[in-house]
């Protein structure tokens, strides 16, 4: 089989760096996008280690320059794009009088001006290849949360744009799908109390949170061709049980 070409945005840590790893080992090419020097140079390693045939690349995902780069450095190795995952994303803890105006725009380009240029990007190649897969990457915080307010407010414009995005290319066979991952052990949960985490997993259905492996799965079918028929839907991995055991708290 021909094999595909996969960008992962986010690809360098956690999540992001589990869904690489798996897509390389279904035979895609994959793109691993990320901003840190330290975090390419230890995921370049990681990859090695594990004979995945993924590269590392710089770019920050907010600036619309680096991404048309990115993009056009793919299309020029590989002529073509099949997969988009936009995991990379950050939160900066705070309700509204706690975040300053910087804040708020710098989550804003990150989260959101991120995921819509390289949307916006790779969407072109995608018709042109008659088809591709987008997924992008909500939370529960989407559907709103206590202290991190501008974090909220960008997953729910990712849900909105997701769903809108699915309909815009129906006819250009670009399926556009969504995850939502419920509470995971890697990236932004890493430093979560243990208290929370066995709550947590009491409700969790497997009875521990999920690993970043649950999350690659997910990925895994929705950008297969099981998953042809699939558009505009938010998969939710154990998000529910996730919630209600942080609500607990309060």
């Given at each position: 089989?021909?094999?595909?070409?996969?960008?992962?945005?986010?690809?360098?840590?956690?999540?992001?760096?589990?869904?690489?790893?798996?897509?390389?080992?279904?035979?895609?090419?994959?793109?691993?996008?990320?901003?840190?020097?330290?975090?390419?140079?230890?995921?370049?390693?990681?990859?090695?280690?594990?004979?995945?045939?993924?590269?590392?690349?710089?770019?920050?995902?907010?600036?619309?320059?680096?991404?048309?780069?990115?993009?056009?450095?793919?299309?020029?190795?590989?002529?073509?794009?099949?997969?988009?995952?936009?995991?990379?994303?950050?939160?900066?803890?705070?309700?509204?009088?706690?975040?300053?105006?910087?804040?708020?725009?710098?989550?804003?380009?990150?989260?959101?001006?991120?995921?819509?240029?390289?949307?916006?990007?790779?969407?072109?190649?995608?018709?042109?290849?008659?088809?591709?897969?987008?997924?992008?990457?909500?939370?529960?915080?989407?559907?709103?949360?206590?202290?991190?307010?501008?974090?909220?407010?960008?997953?729910?414009?990712?849900?909105?744009?997701?769903?809108?995005?699915?309909?815009?290319?129906?006819?250009?066979?670009?399926?556009?799908?969504?995850?939502?991952?419920?509470?995971?052990?890697?990236?932004?949960?890493?430093?979560?109390?243990?208290?929370?985490?066995?709550?947590?997993?009491?409700?969790?259905?497997?009875?521990?949170?999920?690993?970043?492996?649950?999350?690659?799965?997910?990925?895994?079918f929705l950008v297969s061709d099981e998953?042809?028929?699939?558009?505009?839907?938010?998969?939710?991995?154990?998000?529910?049980?996730?919630?209600?055991?942080?609500?607990?708290?309060?």
């Amino acid at each position: 089989m021909e094999q595909k070409v996969a960008i992962v945005t986010g690809g360098t840590y956690g999540i992001g760096k589990e869904v690489a790893l798996r897509l390389a080992n279904e035979n895609y090419k994959v793109i691993v996008i990320g901003r840190s020097e330290k975090n390419q140079h230890e995921s370049k390693k990681y990859f090695k280690s594990k004979n995945a045939d993924v590269d590392v690349e710089l770019c920050d995902v907010s600036k619309s320059a680096e991404v048309d780069q990115i993009i056009n450095k793919v299309i020029q190795k590989y002529q073509k794009i099949d997969v988009l995952c936009n995991l990379a994303a950050i939160r900066p803890i705070g309700n509204i009088l706690e975040t300053d105006q910087d804040t708020w725009e710098n989550v804003f380009d990150v989260n959101v001006k991120g995921v819509y240029l390289f949307c916006r990007g790779v969407i072109p190649y995608m018709k042109q290849n008659k088809g591709g897969a987008i997924i992008n990457f909500g939370s529960t915080s989407g559907y709103g949360g206590t202290d991190h307010i501008a974090y909220c407010a960008t997953k729910g414009a990712i849900i909105s744009f997701t769903k809108s995005l699915a309909l815009d290319h129906i006819r250009d066979h670009i399926r556009v799908n969504g995850i939502i991952p419920g509470s995971t052990r890697s990236g932004m949960n890493e430093d979560r109390p243990e208290e929370i985490t066995r709550k947590i997993a009491e409700g969790n259905v497997a009875g521990r949170i999920n690993e970043p492996e649950d999350i690659a799965n997910a990925v895994s079918f929705l950008v297969s061709d099981e998953a042809a028929t699939i558009s505009g839907t938010f998969l939710d991995i154990g998000s529910v049980q996730g919630k209600m055991a942080i609500i607990q708290r309060w």
